[in-house]
Every structure is written in structure tokens, then in C-alpha cells.
């Protein structure tokens, strides 16, 4: 085994390794493209050297809160209808992060690819969103893909149904870096067709590089796009909003931050700080230890990053061309199939937004930010509690309260392929407060569950929710099994 070394000759080890890499490519051009992003790749790594060596780290006792002109109420913002800004639409482009798996929960290829309404899955809705967009208003958003290595053959595969829609699709993939053994600190790699597991995508903060290198960045600017909205592929509420778009158009903003108050089920979420006198976007990686009660805590920070961002196209490329982006080093530390421990250097968009002049947060409301990282969350954007119009998710006006219950179902719902097996149908919850589901547990077809609801089927036990049913403020426990008749 190779003896952990310096930072200094590490980086000159990484370089020289790098450059072994690079030679064993014939092609020119492709040769000059995986050139391109190793050197990208070792500006970060020699970053996370240097950093290491001079214990660069945030100093906690310089963090205060924004004032109040960084946060903006979405209440405060004047409302911008979209047959009224026609033009300024003209000038966006939608660009989703599509480069994460449904391995989470238990689902093969994109993320983007699973059914979580009506038989339509999340790239579905963004696209019938777009489109309805485009046709309501006759103009043209394009449909931008940030895929991965793993995503992208999958993606160009799915996109192939949308050819007939209103919509342009483009795509890019971001880059493919190597993972770095953890001990010796060398690249795992040894030749650029290595296995998949050898390499990794380094994290949405990829973003503005990739857009670049792969020539979309100058091709919006020159259709004369001018404003870019990102969010991620999974959110739900994330859709294309004139009165946000108005608002930066009219304040000259080159980037803006959705962020939304914070819960308890949020405490982990990045947060918008002043670090210097200059907007920092403070992730729960970068907190030292002994804060990470005070990062959580819904009193001193009380909003978060909903990663739903508005750039201005020529401030990226006026960042890139300059060399501008140096975004915080996320140190991401895994294992490989075989076992071995590996670290990946990763960055998150939302960084950037210190290199963007007249950078700010909108406060927008929790109805923007509807992802779903779960089963549980697929529970409710599959149930009645919401109505679905022209791809977008909206609260069932008849739910008294506009607050969303919380749900937390069990192991044995974790799967989507599990979870489908346990509900006949989505139960009815306009009326539900909380529910909690653990163990061995099936629903029956037209299951209503109101207020709080606690069914615990414990180890060798079995609960049947009988079709019909209607359980309001109940505990169940032990075993139940009605047959239907």
C-alpha cells in the first residue's frame, strides 16, 4: 500500500496520475474534452489539498444573520401575470438536475423516471408544465437536462416520447471525476474506461463548468436567453413563476435563491448567511462539530435553500470566462462494490451565490418546495390532497388547512414496488393531521384517515386496513385481518 503523503506531493502525485490518464486516449478530440475536465477536476482536488494543509475551515463566530433587503417576502414582490411578461419569458430557459438514480428507493435508472401521479413520472410533468407554458402564451422556454453518466443514455431514450410536444429539449451531462482512494490519496482509476464504480458526478455545483464546456451556455445567450431557472428534477413545486422572474428582471439581480421557513423536518437544509459582509450559502458539511445543534435550529436560522435558483446566463459566463468560482469543497466519503473507501470532492450550486452581484434570497412559500425523497412523500403527491392540472401540483382547496400532514411510513414501505403492493388504492387525507406506519401493513381500496393516525404491526404480526375504512385519531396495534367482501 502506497504511504499517505503530503498535500504538496499528493497534488503532484494526482497530476502526474491524471496525465497517464489523459495520454491513453488516441482520439484528439476526446482526448481534449477528458483533458479539459481532469484539469477541473485537479483544481479542485489541489483546493482540497491546500485547504487541508492550512486547516481552512469557516470561522463560526463570523456568521450573521442577512439583513433584511437579502431576504425578500414573496408577499412583498408585485404580482406579474404571464400574459403580461410575454417577453421577458421569452428570455428564460427551465434547467432541471437529472443526474440523480431511484436507487433510494429501490427503483433502476433516472430518478426522473419513476411514476409518482396518475401514471406519469417527474420528467412527464415538468415537460407538460413547460408545454402548456409555451402554448398558453406562444413563447418559447426551452427544457434544459443536466444528466449524468449514469442518467444520460437512459434520458436520451425517454426524451425520444416528447418529440411532438411544444417543447425543446436540450442536454448536457456534467462531468465524470475520479473517485480518490482514501488512504493513499491516488486517483482509483487507471485507464479512462474504468469501471462506473471508479468514478463518480461531482455534485450539482458541476453546474456552470458543464454548461459551458459543452457549448449550451453560448448557445441560449446567442437565441437571447437571458435568465436561467434551476431546481431539482424531484421537486414537484418548482415551477416557472413571472412574478419571481419579474422581480429579478426589474431589482438587476444576477442570482436569486429560493429559500422557505424552516421545520423541524428541515433542520439539515443549507441556509443563506453574511460571512464577510458577502451572501455564503452555509451547508451542514461545512459546520464544525461543535455547532451542528446551533446550525439546526429553527430560532437562529430560520429558512432554507429549496435549491430552486434564477441566474443571469451572461453573469455565468462573465463567472466562467473569468475563473471566477471557487465554491466550497463538500468532502462526499463512500465505498466502492469491492470495499474500498473512497472520498469524492463535490460542490453545490447554491455556493455560487457569492459570485453574483446583487445576490438574494426570496422567501417563497412551502408550496414551491413539494420533492419527494421517499415513499412517504410519494404518499402524498399520489393522494387526494393535492389536484393536478397541466403537470402541476396543486392543494386540494377543499383541505381546511393548507399545511401538509406528516407522514412516516415503515421499512416495508420503503420500495416503491413495495409500497404500490400495500395500497389497493391512495387512501383519502384531506383531513389528516399525521400518520405513522410501521411493520407488516395493507390498505384496502377507499381508506379514509383523518386527524392522527398510528398503525404499528410489530414483528410476526399482520394489519389488514379494510377497504372503506375510516380511521380518525387512531392507534393500531396488533393483528387485524378483515377479509373484503
Given at each position: 500500500?502506497?504511504?499517505?503523503?503530503?498535500?504538496?506531493?499528493?497534488?503532484?502525485?494526482?497530476?502526474?496520475?491524471?496525465?497517464?490518464?489523459?495520454?491513453?486516449?488516441?482520439?484528439?478530440?476526446?482526448?481534449?474534452?477528458?483533458?479539459?475536465?481532469?484539469?477541473?477536476?485537479?483544481?479542485?482536488?489541489?483546493?482540497?489539498?491546500?485547504?487541508?494543509?492550512?486547516?481552512?475551515?469557516?470561522?463560526?463566530?463570523?456568521?450573521?444573520?442577512?439583513?433584511?433587503?437579502?431576504?425578500?417576502?414573496?408577499?412583498?414582490?408585485?404580482?406579474?401575470?404571464?400574459?403580461?411578461?410575454?417577453?421577458?419569458?421569452?428570455?428564460?430557459?427551465?434547467?432541471?438536475?437529472?443526474?440523480?438514480?431511484?436507487?433510494?428507493?429501490?427503483?433502476?435508472?433516472?430518478k426522473?423516471?419513476?411514476?409518482?401521479?396518475?401514471?406519469?413520472?417527474?420528467?412527464?410533468?415538468?415537460?407538460?408544465?413547460?408545454?402548456?407554458?409555451?402554448?398558453?402564451?406562444?413563447?418559447?422556454?426551452?427544457?434544459?437536462?443536466?444528466?449524468?453518466?449514469?442518467?444520460?443514455?437512459?434520458?436520451?431514450?425517454?426524451?425520444?416520447?416528447?418529440?411532438?410536444?411544444?417543447?425543446?429539449?436540450?442536454?448536457f451531462?456534467?462531468?465524470?471525476?475520479?473517485?480518490?482512494?482514501?488512504?493513499?490519496?491516488?486517483?482509483?482509476?487507471?485507464?479512462?474506461?474504468?469501471?462506473?464504480?471508479?468514478?463518480?458526478?461531482?455534485?450539482?455545483?458541476?453546474?456552470?463548468?458543464?454548461?459551458?464546456?459543452?457549448?449550451?451556455?453560448?448557445?441560449?445567450?446567442?437565441?437571447?436567453?437571458?435568465?436561467?431557472?434551476?431546481s431539482?428534477?424531484?421537486?414537484?413545486?418548482?415551477?416557472?413563476?413571472?412574478?419571481?422572474?419579474?422581480?429579478?428582471?426589474?431589482?438587476?439581480?444576477?442570482?436569486?435563491?429560493?429559500?422557505?421557513?424552516?421545520?423541524?423536518?428541515?433542520?439539515?437544509?443549507?441556509?443563506?448567511i453574511?460571512?464577510?459582509?458577502?451572501?455564503?450559502?452555509?451547508?451542514?458539511?461545512?459546520?464544525?462539530?461543535?455547532?451542528?445543534?446551533?446550525?439546526?435550529?429553527?430560532?437562529?436560522f430560520?429558512?432554507?435553500?429549496?435549491?430552486?435558483?434564477?441566474?443571469?446566463?451572461?453573469?455565468?459566463?462573465?463567472?466562467?470566462?473569468?475563473?471566477?468560482?471557487?465554491?466550497?469543497?463538500?468532502?462526499?466519503?463512500?465505498?466502492?462494490?469491492?470495499?474500498?473507501?473512497?472520498?469524492?470532492?463535490?460542490?453545490?450550486?447554491?455556493?455560487?451565490v457569492?459570485?453574483?452581484?446583487?445576490?438574494?434570497?426570496?422567501?417563497?412559500?412551502?408550496?414551491?418546495?413539494?420533492?419527494?425523497?421517499?415513499?412517504?412523500?410519494?404518499?402524498l403527491?399520489?393522494?387526494?390532497?393535492?389536484?393536478?392540472?397541466?403537470?402541476?401540483?396543486?392543494?386540494?382547496?377543499?383541505?381546511?388547512f393548507?399545511?401538509?400532514?406528516?407522514?412516516?411510513?415503515?421499512?416495508?414501505?420503503?420500495?416503491?414496488?413495495?409500497?404500490?403492493?400495500?395500497?389497493?388504492?391512495?387512501?383519502?387525507?384531506?383531513?389528516?393531521?399525521?400518520?405513522?406506519?410501521?411493520?407488516?401493513?395493507?390498505?384496502?381500496?377507499?381508506?379514509?384517515?383523518?386527524?392522527?393516525?398510528?398503525?404499528?404491526?410489530?414483528?410476526?404480526?399482520?394489519?389488514?386496513?379494510?377497504?372503506?375504512a375510516?380511521?380518525?385519531?387512531?392507534?393500531?396495534?396488533?393483528?387485524?385481518?378483515?377479509?373484503?367482501?
Amino acid at each position: 500500500m502506497t504511504t499517505p503523503q503530503t498535500p504538496g506531493a499528493a497534488a503532484a502525485a494526482m497530476r502526474y496520475e491524471l496525465d497517464q490518464l489523459i495520454n491513453k486516449i488516441s482520439d484528439d478530440e476526446k482526448r481534449f474534452a477528458f483533458a479539459k475536465e481532469m484539469d477541473d477536476f485537479f483544481r479542485l482536488y489541489n483546493r482540497f489539498q491546500l485547504e487541508k494543509k492550512h486547516k481552512t475551515k469557516i470561522v463560526w463566530d463570523k456568521i450573521k444573520s442577512l439583513a433584511d433587503d437579502k431576504i425578500v417576502p414573496y408577499a412583498n414582490l408585485s404580482s406579474a401575470k404571464i400574459e403580461d411578461n410575454k417577453d421577458l419569458l421569452d428570455k428564460l430557459a427551465v434547467l432541471k438536475l437529472n443526474g440523480g438514480l431511484g436507487t433510494t428507493m429501490g427503483c433502476v435508472g433516472p430518478k426522473s423516471a419513476i411514476e409518482v401521479r396518475d401514471g406519469q413520472t417527474f420528467l412527464d410533468l415538468t415537460v407538460l408544465q413547460i408545454e402548456h407554458l409555451n402554448e398558453s402564451s406562444n413563447i418559447n422556454v426551452p427544457l434544459v437536462l443536466m444528466n449524468s453518466f449514469n442518467t444520460d443514455d437512459d434520458t436520451q431514450r425517454i426524451i425520444q416520447k416528447y418529440n411532438d410536444s411544444n417543447v425543446q429539449i436540450l442536454t448536457f451531462n456534467q462531468s465524470r471525476y475520479p473517485r480518490v482512494n482514501n488512504d493513499t490519496l491516488a486517483p482509483m482509476p487507471k485507464d479512462p474506461a474504468s469501471e462506473l464504480s471508479h468514478w463518480y458526478p461531482p455534485g450539482h455545483g458541476d453546474l456552470f463548468d458543464s454548461l459551458a464546456n459543452s457549448g449550451l451556455l453560448d448557445r441560449l445567450i446567442a437565441e437571447g436567453k437571458e435568465y436561467l431557472f434551476i431546481s431539482n428534477v424531484d421537486n414537484l413545486g418548482a415551477i416557472v413563476d413571472p412574478t419571481i422572474l419579474k422581480h429579478m428582471a426589474d431589482s438587476g439581480a444576477e442570482f436569486m435563491m429560493e429559500v422557505t421557513d424552516k421545520t423541524k423536518a428541515d433542520v439539515k437544509g443549507g441556509t443563506l448567511i453574511d460571512y464577510d459582509g458577502t451572501v455564503r450559502l452555509l451547508e451542514i458539511a461545512q459546520v464544525p462539530e461543535e455547532h451542528v445543534d446551533d446550525f439546526k435550529s429553527v430560532k437562529k436560522f430560520k429558512i432554507f435553500n429549496t435549491n430552486n435558483l434564477w441566474v443571469s446566463l451572461p453573469a455565468i459566463k462573465r463567472v466562467i470566462d473569468n475563473r471566477e468560482l471557487n465554491l466550497e469543497i463538500i468532502v462526499n466519503k463512500k465505498s466502492t462494490p469491492d470495499g474500498t473507501k473512497v472520498i469524492q470532492l463535490e460542490t453545490a450550486v447554491g455556493a455560487a451565490v457569492k459570485h453574483f452581484k446583487g445576490a438574494h434570497g426570496i422567501n417563497v412559500p412551502r408550496t414551491r418546495f413539494l420533492p419527494v425523497k421517499s415513499t412517504s412523500d410519494l404518499f402524498l403527491v399520489t393522494s387526494d390532497l393535492y389536484k393536478l392540472e397541466n403537470g402541476q401540483l396543486t392543494i386540494n382547496p377543499k383541505r381546511m388547512f393548507q399545511t401538509v400532514p406528516l407522514v412516516k411510513l415503515g421499512d416495508e414501505f420503503k420500495k416503491v414496488n413495495n409500497y404500490s403492493a400495500r395500497f389497493k388504492t391512495s387512501p383519502h387525507i384531506l383531513e389528516l393531521d399525521h400518520l405513522t406506519v410501521t411493520g407488516d401493513v395493507t390498505f384496502g381500496s377507499e381508506v379514509s384517515l383523518k386527524g392522527t393516525v398510528i398503525i404499528v404491526a410489530n414483528h410476526g404480526m399482520r394489519i389488514d386496513i379494510p377497504s372503506g375504512a375510516v380511521l380518525e385519531n387512531k392507534v393500531v396495534s396488533g393483528n387485524l385481518r378483515i377479509l373484503d367482501h
